[in-house]
């Protein structure tokens, strides 16, 4: 009996220590996208009124609950009546679920209809909980009777009211 457990053993042994060492890289944990969406549209709405409608054509979401429009991405605001206000548009997007912050990138538009407003960055950040849209980037804001630059800015989701943290260049009629 002890023949066969000490043969065993050595047979057990031998297979072990024959065995191949394994590629870590194989082993790596994956965080790549694990869902991917065409023609994606989110709608927000209260009380049976759309607020915010989400567009993009391809959207990429991640384990831990990020998303990225590489595509490119379009918001649109609405008022209380239901008629579109502004829009956002940039070529990238990004959404952040740990500080629930959409990001723009590169060439990004904001357009507020009701007041014929412009405003282009190459980054800006739409933060739906405080339902403001702000950047620490260089902005330009176009009105019909000015232009304005400057370097950081926060307004209201609507684009209505803003602020500037440090306005470069001349501003012709300034209230």
Not at 25 to 41: H, V
Request: with cysteine.
């Amino acid at each position: 009996m002890k023949v066969v457990s000490w043969v065993s053993l050595l047979v057990i042994l031998g297979i072990i220590s024959c065995r191949e060492d394994i590629d870590k890289s194989q082993l790596e944990f994956y965080e790549g996208p694990t869902r991917t969406g065409s023609n994606i549209i989110l709608v927000h709405s209260d009380s049976a009124i759309v607020r915010t409608k989400l567009m993009a054509d391809k959207q990429l979401d991640f384990q831990n609950g990020n998303a990225e429009f590489p595509e490119g991405i379009v918001i649109h605001f609405f008022e209380k009546d239901g008629e579109l206000s502004t829009t956002i548009r940039a070529d990238r997007g990004y959404y952040e679920r740990k500080t629930d912050l959409y990001r723009g990138e590169g060439d990004v538009q904001v357009h507020n209809l009701v007041k014929n407003q412009k405003l282009s960055s190459e980054e800006l950040f739409w933060d739906k909980g405080k339902k403001k849209i702000f950047t620490e980037k260089f902005v330009t804001v176009e009105e019909p009777s000015r232009i304005i630059n400057g370097t950081g800015m926060e307004a209201d989701e609507g684009f209505n009211e803003y602020t500037f943290t440090k306005v470069t260049g001349q501003i012709d009629n300034a209230l």
